[in-house]
């Protein structure tokens, strides 16, 4: 459906362009000036459109975090400070597609919005037709400042052809691990009434391997007090054989300086990944695995049906009805790893960085926009390192500090690759790599359009990459 409504989209913006005026369009040219120091910015009001989505972490919410929480009372006096210091107001509005309301503005070349916070699966098809600032060229922002504005990986849905056109609050907690995918959560007290190890454990000493999952597959599983099956692990077809192919050491992309590469779903580590999978889906495992592709495994591990559940990131504590509201004894591990990877290591992936920030064309006062951003956005008070967000996800959210760390590790740059989910090679494979085709057969059938789907929509991003950051 979000494919779909991405199309419908873009086809409404080709009309668009042919029913402005040249003209208009080319009436819209930021005004790019200087902005240092304790400036003020005479009154002016920066009007910034935050979608409304699963992502945030309820509808009472201040920049995203739940009003009852410490953090959202540390946003709201972050948007005091800035006010008063810079002599300026910023107004919020929550709007159901934040890159709508962006699009709108360009089309009709006006600028009722100044910034905007949007999930990036939304804002894919704009990212070519460069309705957005190109924010390297913006002296407010180090956009390539990794550890406040979010990694190269964390950002590749945003670039394109040498230009970057949003930004992650990554200096804000939970900003960045929200988006991440191929989380495992643990039903903790289902493990301890079967007596079996804790999975932690196996993580920790290097054992989280392809083999141990296959032993918990085949045992972590039981009969609820209803006559129910409980699964042991509950995933979605699609992203099972993803996780999979990333754990055994793949790279989704590789692009050599001649501009040729390589797509790591089609290498020979991938492919006994997607062996395994088959194997996990059509063997003896196949009765205590459970395909949900409405919420992954989110419910059955609220209901107890599920021993195991491959989560996205949101799911574990964005809002009220995440794992960390409904259970009190949960856990969260990687996926594990095959033989071509290091046990202690593991990849994650994302399709959609949840609180992209973007400015449209149509503001005319760039420099200043981008600095009440950056000012917005620097960490609280409190929570400038690691540790100290760490000792915060441990104290509120997590029975074990080793979830807290695995957590807070999630989008690092190691760790976090796009899953082009939207670009037209997420239907056309990831599904049948859970059925019951051979997966070599399906490799096979599907090479060449992805391939050229792969040059049409990832080596414009992965130029960028290697333009802004070296390599």
């Known amino acids: 459906m979000k494919k779909i409504l991405a199309i419908l989209l873009c086809c409404i ?17 930021p005004e790019f000036g200087e902005v240092e120091g304790d400036v003020d910015l005479d009154g002016k009001n920066f009007v910034f459109a935050m979608v409304q989505d699963y992502f945030f972490e309820g509808a009472d919410s201040t920049l ?3 009003n009852t929480t410490e953090f959202a009372d540390l946003a709201a006096q972050r948007i005091k400070d800035v006010q008063n210091k810079h002599n300026c107001t910023i107004e919020f509005k929550y709007v159901p597609r934040a890159g709508d309301a962006a699009y709108k503005d360009v089309i009709s070349g006006e600028c009722t919005i100044d910034i905007i916070q949007e999930e990036t699966y939304w804002l894919l098809s704009y990212v070519p037709m460069r309705i957005f600032v190109d924010l390297a060229t913006v002296d407010s922002l180090d956009v390539t400042d990794e550890a406040k504005w979010g990694n190269r990986n964390m950002l590749y849905s945003t670039m394109w052809d040498g230009e970057i056109y949003g930004v992650i609050p990554a200096a804000h907690p939970l900003r960045t691990q929200n988006s991440m995918g191929s989380v495992l959560g643990i039903n903790e007290q289902h493990v301890q009434s079967l007596g079996e190890v804790d999975t932690r454990d196996y993580y920790e000493n290097g054992e989280w391997t392809w083999d141990t999952f296959t032993r918990v597959l085949t045992d972590y599983t039981l009969t609820s007090l209803g006559g129910d099956q409980i699964y042991s692990l509950v995933t979605s077809g699609d992203r099972l054989p993803m996780a999979a192919a990333f754990s055994n050491g793949g790279e989704y992309i590789t692009v050599r300086e001649d501009g040729t ?14 062996n395994q999978v ?4 059509n063997g003896p495992t196949a009765a205590n695995i459970h395909l949900d592709y409405k919420d992954c495994g989110r419910d059955y591990l609220k209901s107890g049906l599920a021993v195991i559940g491959m989560l996205d990131a949101y799911q574990i504590l964005s809002g009220t009805d995440s794992i960390a509201y409904a259970l009190d004894n949960f856990g969260i591990v990687p996926f594990p790893t095959g033989p071509e990877a ?10 959609a960085a949840d609180f992209t920030l973007c400015i449209p064309i149509t503001e005319t006062h760039v420099e200043e926009t981008a600095f ?28 074990d500090r080793r979830d807290a760390e695995y957590f807070y590790s999630l989008s ?8 082009p989910s939207m670009d037209g090679m997420y239907d056309d494979i990831w599904p049948h790599l859970a059925g019951d085709k051979k997966p070599l057969e399906v490799l096979e059938a599907k090479k060449e359009s992805m391939y050229l789907r792969a040059e049409e929509h990832l080596l414009p991003r992965s130029r960028t990459v290697m333009e802004l950051y070296g390599n």
């Open 342 to 351: 290091d046990p202690r290591s593991f990849k994650s992936f994302y399709d």
């Open 412 to 419: 690092d740059i190691e760790h976090a690759y796009y899953f």
């Open 278 to 281: 088959y194997e996990w889906l």
């Open 13 to 29: 913006f080709i009309f668009g362009c042919v029913s402005c005026s040249n003209e208009n369009m080319e009436e819209i040219v």
């Open 261 to 274: 590469f390589d797509l790591g779903i089609f290498s020979e580590a991938s492919l006994e990944a997607f």
């Open 64 to 66: 995203g975090y739940i």
């Open 372 to 399: 009440v951003i950056d000012a917005l956005y620097e960490p609280f008070e409190g929570y400038e390192t690691k540790d100290s967000i760490i000792d915060y996800l441990y104290d509120n959210y997590f029975l």
